[in-house]
């Protein structure tokens, strides 16, 4: 009779952060409503250790929504077509189109509008922030360098026009204003069209 052999002990890890933040993410993109309880319950962890690795679950979802974000934003930079500022608008039409049809999003939005709107406008938050640097590259790719820098003050605007026009809008119950976004946008450009050199 053969021996049989034993089979290798499985390799089994402890969850890490990065499992916390990808079960968010596919609940958050299952368009159900993350809980740091769920996400503890199903990495068979403490509470307290997920609430350790991400502080709250606001910053969690900030996390969540700026992985979003960067993928939607590397996405519409690569398809953006035109010349100098309309190259800029192209890719802010892009983003605003894309992102204000996504469901996941949209029942954020509808299901809790005060944490969704201080999370995508919050003047200090991640998705701000990854919005204004996603903008500054672009423009930086259309304008001379001393006219970039000219426009540098006025793109907290043009991220606050468009992610005003898109969600706020739509958490009171319209649809996103993509049209508009884009002309306060294309004027707020214009204004510093004099300043290349």
Do not use: N
């Not at 035109?82 to 894309?98: H, K, P």
């Not at 809790?112 to 672009?138: C, F, H, N, W, Y």
């Amino acid at each position: 009779m053969e021996r049989v052999k034993p089979s290798p002990r499985p390799v089994i890890r402890r969850p890490r952060p990065a499992d916390g933040l990808d079960l968010a993410r596919a609940t958050f993109l299952a368009g159900d409503r993350v809980e740091m309880a769920s996400i503890a319950s199903q990495l068979d962890m403490s509470q307290a250790t997920v609430y350790r690795w991400f502080g709250s679950r606001e910053r969690l979802l900030e996390q969540v929504l700026a992985e979003i974000a960067r993928e939607f934003l590397a996405d519409a930079r690569a398809h953006a077509r035109g010349e100098g500022d309309d190259r800029v608008l192209d890719f802010a039409r892009r983003l605003m189109s894309v992102t204000a049809t996504l469901p996941p999003v949209r029942a954020f939005v509808e299901r809790e509008p005060q944490l969704s709107l201080r999370l995508l406008l919050g003047e200090k938050g991640v998705i701000r922030r990854t919005l204004r640097d996603a903008l500054a590259e672009i423009v930086a790719e259309t304008r001379p360098p001393a006219a970039a820098r000219a426009l540098d003050e006025d793109l907290d605007v043009l991220v606050e026009v468009a992610v005003a026009l898109e969600w706020a809008t739509f958490a009171i119950g319209d649809e996103p204003q993509i049209d508009h976004a884009i002309r306060i946008m294309r004027l707020i450009l214009a204004s510093h069209a004099g300043e290349r050199p």
